[in-house]
């Protein structure tokens, strides 16, 4: 088998390491929530785990028993596997990991989980929890790798797409059940009905394209990001990876081959 790498977390970032991971030859696992919530579904194989199947510019990803899920590398295709605590680490023993899961804290990611391993975005520190550090905050650093000390704090502003940060976020009013009303790939006008949670409607800020969208039927928080506009009008982008993922896939790329440095690391675990 190609070298094997987990990649925890299955959202649209990390969706973006797996193709460039698998596309650069190696196998990918990836982990997940029993109920991912995902916002940019389209490009995200977390949606494997509610359809079974996911497809992202030609790659497929299939939902997976941890049992099963090196024959499904076997096949040619990405396995997502639900494994909220990580427990296939130890089990599949991977020649890398990767924690993707944009937390801004490191739940339970170790030196010595891989003869590789690398921590997207903050909450890591290069050489003492993983290997090294690829930056996630948009600007000049996005995907940089960091062989010692951490990636930029989070700062809780979301990036800055077609001149609107905040504004482009769609939140949950309050707590309770989401239903979308619009679908992504929509263009929506400021002011429109996109979505519920209970009987509160959520309310579109700005005009553009309905770029994310949560999952219907998950219970939500008060506050909680639950979709997202892309003022740039361009429905294509709504079913493509983004500049931002392939930025910090990227990185990733980088730092597993900067680390391999040619050597038998794999073999020897």
Not at 22 to 49: C, K, N
Not at 142 to 165: K, N, S
Not at 212 to 233: A, E, F, S, W, Y
Not at 239 to 258: C, H, N, Q, Y
Request: aromatic share 4%.
């Amino acid at each position: 088998m190609k070298q094997l790498v987990i990649v925890k977390g299955a959202g649209d970032l990390a969706t973006g390491i797996a193709l460039r991971l698998f596309r650069s030859g190696f196998s990918v696992v990836m982990t997940e929530l029993p109920q991912p919530m995902v916002i940019r579904r389209t490009v995200a194989f977390a949606e494997a785990i509610f359809s079974g199947q996911a497809v992202v510019e030609g790659v497929v990803a299939v939902k997976s028993e941890l049992a099963d899920s090196l024959q499904v590398v076997k096949e040619g295709q990405i396995a997502v596997i639900v494994d909220p605590q990580g427990q296939s680490v130890a089990i599949l023993k991977p020649f890398a990991v990767v924690d993707a899961i944009l937390a801004k804290i490191n739940l339970g990611t170790r030196l010595n989980d891989a003869p590789i391993v690398v921590g997207v975005g903050p909450g890591f520190t290069a050489g003492v929890d993983v290997h090294a550090v690829v930056e996630s905050m948009r600007g000049h650093y996005l995907g940089r790798v960091i062989v010692e000390g951490q990636a930029l704090p989070d700062t809780g502003v979301p990036g800055d797409i077609g001149g609107y940060t905040e504004e482009r976020i769609l939140r949950a009013p309050c707590q309770g059940m989401f239903t979308g009303v619009s679908k992504i790939g929509d263009q929506v006008s400021a002011g429109d009905i996109v979505a519920y949670v209970d009987q509160q409607p959520v309310i579109a800020g700005i005009t553009g394209v309905l770029r994310g969208l949560l999952h219907n039927q998950l219970t939500v928080k008060v506050g909680m990001k639950i979709g997202d506009i892309d003022p740039r009008c361009i429905p294509e982008h709504c079913f493509s990876i983004s500049d931002k993922a392939r930025a910090i896939s990227g990185g990733v790329l980088e730092a597993i081959l900067f680390n391999y440095r040619g050597t038998d690391k794999a073999e020897k675990r």
